[in-house]
């Protein structure tokens, strides 16, 4: 709200400048649209001078927020079904994303690795795609430049009984078809034999067969293992006899060996290093 009574009066009406703006906006008395402004904060402030010398000004801070970007998810139909049934992939957007708003880029490739075009509406029509396996790409930009990314692998299998040529056309040459799956109506063929029993009897006695095998492996290699644990705690356990060099040794009541030189010196054997070790009082 501005008003200038004294202007009005006289006819001294002045002009207002407006800075702070991201772009120049006409220096008048009209709403300023700043719904097209980059996102960021923003400091205004508005000077007015009118031909008498009066002046005033005002300031105003707010911000403007990125929005956030598109939200959606694909909405498909036709996934595993037979060529020239009802197919489609949808954009179905989340509250808030306005679709009228936003552009839409598709990125379609077929079987055969080729790229499909399709225009960049909300939803694609995949009814005579080609038989096999189509991966489906989809980016959807904000006009602020937010993007997101959506995937979908659409499978499409050969169609069956009598069909219209435009579907045995879109379904692509038909040696190139997958086999399908016989689902209910297949019937195992045994790798052994004529019977099924035979060959589940041979199975279970080779199964058998190298139960026992392993069994008596194991065994022996636990044996084994004992015979290498004995031999290693009795040699651990042995006490070396040390070798006097010919003096006078005696061994004490806790085991330690000693022998002592001609000139008193008294020396103990470490069985561990297996060595004499000289005595000496601390």
């Known amino acids: 709200m501005f008003l200038d009574e004294i202007g009005d009066l006289y006819g001294a009406t002045g002009v207002i400048s407006l800075s702070g703006t991201p772009w120049l906006v006409p220096s ?42 598109p939200v959606f998810t694909l909405n498909v139909s036709g996934n595993n079904d037979e060529v020239g049934s009802p197919c489609t992939v949808a954009i179905e957007p989340s509250i808030g994303t306005v679709m009228a708003l936003m552009a839409v880029e598709w990125e379609i490739t077929d079987p055969r690795g080729e790229d499909l075009t399709v225009p960049g509406f909300s939803t694609v029509d995949c009814r005579l795609w080609q038989v096999g396996f189509s991966k489906v790409r989809v980016t959807v930009t904000s006009p602020e430049g937010q993007s997101t990314r959506g995937a979908f692998n659409i499978v499409r299998l050969p169609p069956i009984g009598e069909v219209s040529a435009e579907v045995l056309e879109a379904a692509g040459p038909e040696n190139m078809w997958p086999d399908r799956s016989l689902g209910e109506e297949y019937e195992p063929t045994p790798f052994f034999g004529e019977s099924i029993l035979a060959a589940q009897a041979v199975v279970g006695i080779i199964g058998i067969g190298v139960s026992i095998l392993l069994g008596l492996f194991g065994g022996a290699m636990w044996n084994r293992r004992g015979e290498e644990e004995m031999a290693f705690g009795d040699l651990n356990a042995m006490e070396l006899e040390p070798d006097a060099d010919g003096f006078p040794s005696y061994v004490d009541p806790t085991g330690v060996h000693w022998r002592q030189h001609p000139d008193g010196a008294v020396d103990w054997f470490d069985q561990v290093s297996g060595q004499w070790v000289p005595y000496s009082e601390v």
Do not use: Q
């Open 28 to 69: 008048d008395l009209s709403d300023i649209d700043c719904s097209t402004w980059p996102a960021r904060d923003y400091h205004l402030e508005m000077f007015y001078r009118n031909t008498l010398g009066f002046s005033t000004s005002t300031t105003k801070d707010f911000t403007i927020h990125t929005l956030p970007p």
